[in-house]
């Protein structure tokens, strides 16, 4: 799998040890991810090695990007898509070194897919047009801990779409929070840019511009792939078969988004949902692809399909009201027809929520209590809302 395994293993450590309760952003909100009881949170230890496969791809479509990704498992395909607000202020589950929690104040809105709940995005984009997508590296060492507060994979892409316009954005927030993750990603601005996040010998490694000749990734290191995808070019040879799954995927990708040409919006969109077809998780191993996705960055539109239901959804994110003035917005990954799914949205559901994070949990065998499950979502529900528009900041909150 991909961007749940920062968060399962979390999960998990932390529902075997007592917790605290992080400082709310501007609320009274209680609990961490994981067991909640008295005393200081549990440190997140090593987490689980990832079970699935997924990929993504950025196609350059005339200086404006096309997003593609796959979310790969033999079996779990639930998941909650979520339009979350700008305004928000928000604080981080973990503490640095100096016991300081991570807390921003959402800039953007964006469009999220969440596999284990509200506040734990998969993959995104935001009304900049920055979109991302996770996949499980398992070579991942991320940074040791040090005064910078963590956030673990699923907080960190929420961060990264509340706070970031641009790649150069995502490259600067390494100096205010530290990643924790087992995680590799793909991230691409509304300006043609993309970069392959990784974090490897516990620093964060970033591939981008002349750096990156391929606009892919998979579940191997992008200087790996990318040397394969190149030597294999070099020979004239494009039969990957005798490569593993997720070197075929790599190089298959490559090459579409090698040869893609710029054209109409939905020719992009098109092309891109036919190079997650020809990567697909089932064709290489027993992972299918669940989730199908493409982000319009220029249209702030994401489609969408489903191993359940082939048909494409959209929804346009300009069509929600931005500020936290209002609810957050939610719709069941499987609900609604073919089409604009915009009106299928609903005022975010506690009571859903919770369900989705409990199914989630038996789903991978996470030990928790009820009130360890009650107390990470009200933590997650707790965030005030502060509606002006700013520049980005995080504040460090002991």
Known sequence: MTGLARSLAALSVAALAAAATPPAAGGSGVGAVGGLGPGRPASPGRPMAPVGHCSSVAL??????????????????RGLVFVNKRGTVKT???????????????????VTFDLVG??????????????ISTMALPATVYP?????????SGEWIQYLLDTCATIEDVIATEATVRATTVDHYLVADAFGK???VEFLGGQMVVRTGAEMP??????STY?????????YKKAGNSDYSRLDGSLQRFCLAADRADTFRPCDDAAAVSYAFGILERIAGELFSIHASQWSIVFDTSRLR???RTLRFREIRFVDLASFDPWCTGPVQMLDIHAGPAGDVTDYFSDYSHDTNLDHMRWFLLAWGVPFTEQTLLGTVQHLESFACQRYRSRRHLRHAP
């Open 60 to 77: 350059d479509n005339g200086g404006v990007t096309v997003f593609g990704a796959n979310l790969d498992h033999v079996e779990v395909d």
């Open 92 to 110: 981080g589950l973990y503490p640095s070194t100096t016991g300081f929690h991570a807390r921003w104040v959402s800039t953007y809105a964006s």
């Open 118 to 131: 509200f506040g734990y995005a998969w993959a995104g984009m935001n009304e900049r047009g920055l979109a």
């Open 144 to 152: 040791s801990p040090d005064a910078r507060p963590p956030l673990d």
């Open 194 to 196: 993309v970069a392959a």
């Open 214 to 219: 391929a606009r892919a990734l998979t579940n």
């Open 223 to 231: 200087d790996n792939s990318v040397r394969t995808w190149l030597n």
């Open 302 to 304: 994401a489609h969408y």
